[in-house]
């Protein structure tokens, strides 16, 4: 993928690439799962809902859906999940109604948000921290910036400690720790408040950060279907 647009300070030369990951969690607590973020279209890329068949699931075990943002990339099987609570940042909500645009100046399709938007489905629209199951286990972060209503992940494992899943707050490990700021931001300002908030969460629960397009994060956790513990 081009780099150039990842850095609004010309950091990335034009012509350079690198490799991304595009991916997605599912996140068991007691009889409940929730997923986090749904990807690329299952047309671009495997489907969430046959890897799920692995583990005996279907979307209707899913009790929530949450989103980190409402980039493409991010929600491009969320139809599947149209049973599902959907958790979502209430600015970006707004903006998917709004037509809002996409990092090529597309406007997002609000097709893949159709099950809350037309079909009447559920949705929390988040307009704070949210505590997803009451127990502070899993909190979905308000980090606004790359997107209006952007949020990130905090989960918390019995054995692991904390994580904390980074959305598109960063792409690469370069852009947290140069605090790069893509040129494609709806607000500058509030991605370099969101970053040092996020370092600062990080720091004092000693979370494992995953950045959720870097490869070699994502590497830190077990290989689909086996489970972080």
Not at 132 to 158: E, I, M, S
Not at 164 to 169: A, F, I, V, Y
Not at 180 to 192: L, S
Request: proline share 7%; hydrophobic share 40%; charged share 20%.
């Amino acid at each position: 993928m081009p780099k150039p647009m990842f850095s609004d300070a010309f950091r990335y030369p034009e012509g350079s690439t690198k490799d991304f990951t595009f991916s997605c969690y599912l996140i068991k607590h007691g009889d409940d799962y929730m997923v986090w973020d749904a990807g690329l279209p299952g047309t671009e890329a495997p489907r969430i809902v046959d890897q799920l068949a692995q583990l005996g699931l279907t979307p209707l075990n899913i009790r929530f859906l949450g989103v980190s943002h409402y980039h493409f990339d991010h929600i491009g099987q969320a139809a599947d999940f149209g049973v599902s609570t959907l958790l979502i940042g209430a600015e970006d909500f707004a903006a998917v109604r709004q037509g809002a645009r996409l990092p090529d100046n597309s406007t997002t399709s609000g097709l893949r948000l159709a099950p809350w938007i037309v079909g009447g489905g559920k949705v929390e629209l988040l307009s704070q921290d949210h505590d997803v199951f009451g127990d502070g286990t899993v909190r979905v972060l308000r980090l606004p910036g790359h997107t209006p209503g952007h949020r990130a992940l905090l989960v918390a494992l019995p054995r692991r400690g904390n994580v904390l899943l980074s959305g598109d707050l960063y792409h690469f490990p370069e852009n947290r720790h140069f605090r790069e700021v893509p040129a494609f931001n709806t607000d500058r300002a509030q991605t370099q408040a969101s970053m040092q908030r996020f370092e600062e969460i990080a720091t004092r629960l000693n979370a494992q950060v995953i950045i959720q397009h870097e490869p070699g994060d994502v590497a830190k956790l077990p290989v689909f279907p086996n489970a972080a513990e």
